[in-house]
């Protein structure tokens, strides 16, 4: 079993950290099926095969919630947070580990770090992707 964490306010999931620890199973998701990113791990043995495929294009999609991915290669991030335009809680993500943040949120960079970033595009530009909480 995944070991990872939900943290929720008001009913809403804000982040779900998933933690360093391997998967017992082959594949595993931690995330709503309802989410606009789906994360998963996935551990397969020497010679596994997933058959090739493409994935069916959404007809239409309105008001999805943006959601973003960071994944900690090397050092530690603290990600800040919000419920609504208030910090609910600061949340350590170190070394293997990866949050999908489903809220407003700030990054302080404990030690140098590599992380990687996915979210969803199309890239809107800066001034129309973000509104800023502080």
């Known amino acids: 079993m995944l070991k990872f964490e939900k943290i929720e306010k008001d ?19 931690v995330t709503p099926k309802e989410f606009p990113l789906q994360l998963g791990m996935h551990k ?5 095969y997933v058959t090739a495929h493409e994935h ?6 309105k008001n999805l919630q943006v959601q973003e991915i960071l ?9 800040g947070l919000y419920s609504g335009k208030k910090l609910f809680k600061e949340v350590v993500v ?3 580990e990866t949050i ?3 809220t407003g949120h700030y990054v302080k960079f404990i030690e140098d770090t590599e992380i990687v970033e996915v979210k969803q595009g ?12 502080e």
Do not use: M, Q, T
Not at 11 to 29: Q, T, W, Y
């Open 71 to 79: 994944f900690v290669k090397k050092g530690k991030i603290s990600v």
């Open 94 to 96: 170190s070394h293997d």
């Open 100 to 102: 999908l943040i489903n």
């Open 44 to 48: 397969r043995k020497k010679g596994d």
């Open 11 to 29: 009913g809403k999931i804000l982040a779900i950290v998933l933690r360093s620890e391997k998967p017992d199973n082959s594949i595993e998701f």
């Open 56 to 61: 069916v294009p959404f007809n239409e999609v």
């Open 122 to 133: 199309p890239y809107r530009e800066r001034d129309n992707e973000k509104k800023f909480l």
